[in-house]
Nanobody, 121 residues
Framework: QVQLVESGGGLVQTGEPLRLSCSVSGRTFSNYAMGWFRQAPGKERDFVAAIDWSGYTTYYADSVKGRFTISRDNAKNTVYLQMNILKPEDTAVYYC??????????????WGQGTQVTVSS
């Protein structure tokens, strides 16, 4: 059974950093692309960032480009989201997801339970 477990969420002030982690089990992690999404209250879930199996190819939403960095450690079966210069509008539940292929194609088949990030002004 494939499981994704996010951690690292919390309450921070505007401008502070935060790093999210997502640990994956039940699948050969290094074979698959990964993504981060977020959902704010009353809004749809939005794409944040994605990374291919190797870690060399990444994509970001325009709203986080230059502030967030996605990375992965295939030896630890973990994907990270380093979030810098956080803003109140970054407040959301953050989800990680695993693709069904090695390359970024936006076709995610398993999701984590989410971790809350709250940025106070």
């Amino acid at each position: 059974q494939v499981q994704l477990v996010e951690s690292g969420g919390g309450l921070v002030q505007t401008g502070e950093p935060l790093r999210l982690s997502c640990s994956v089990s039940g699948r050969t992690f290094s074979n698959y692309a990964m993504g981060w999404f977020r959902q704010a209250p009353g809004k749809e879930r939005d794409f944040v960032a994605a990374i291919d199996w190797s870690g060399y190819t990444t994509y970001y939403a325009d709203s986080v480009k230059g502030r967030f960095t996605i990375s992965r450690d295939n030896a630890k079966n973990t994907v990270y989201l380093q979030m810098n210069i956080l803003k109140p509008e970054d407040t959301a539940v953050y989800y990680c997801a695993i693709e069904g292929s090695s390359y970024i194609g936006r076709k995610y088949d398993y999701w984590g339970q989410g971790t809350q990030v709250t940025v106070s002004s």
